[in-house]
Nanobody, 126 residues
Framework: QVQLVESGGGLVQAGGSLRLSCAAS????????MGWFRQAPGKERDFVAA????????SYADSVKGRFTISRDNAKNTVYLQMNSLNAEDTAVYYC???????????????????WGQGTRVTVSS
């Protein structure tokens, strides 16, 4: 079992930045591919970014490419999402997710992930 706790959300003005953190416990996160997803009110949960277990491979949704950066520190069992140039469309609850992998694969579909955090809310004011 992996327990995930997100932090770092909040209220920010358009054009601003936030860094989300996802702290994992229960298992070493180095054996898991990690992802960030988000869900806006009344919408489905969407893929944002993912990173392989070593950090060597990443993937991003088109809507955040060039603005968001996913990274991980396996020694700290933590995954990060640096979000720059935020706009109102980025307003959502952001979820961290983990899936056990035996290779360098990355998952971009929510159903691939077995473990989820409780989410952290990001609100961007325009």
């Amino acid at each position: 079992q992996v327990q995930l706790v997100e932090s770092g959300g909040g209220l920010v003005q358009a054009g601003g930045s936030l860094r989300l953190s996802c702290a994992a416990s229960g298992r070493t996160v180095g054996n898991y591919a990690m992802g960030w997803f988000r869900q806006a009110p009344g919408k489905e949960r969407d893929f944002v970014a993912a990173i392989s277990r070593s950090g060597g491979s990443t993937s991003y949704a088109d809507s955040v490419k060039g603005r968001f950066t996913i990274s991980r520190d396996n020694a700290k069992n933590t995954v990060y999402l640096q979000m720059n140039s935020l706009n109102a469309e980025d307003t959502a609850v952001y979820y961290c997710a983990a899936k056990w992998v035996a290779s360098a694969t990355i998952g971009i579909k929510a159903y691939e992930y077995a473990y989820w955090g409780q989410g952290t809310r990001v609100t961007v004011s325009s």
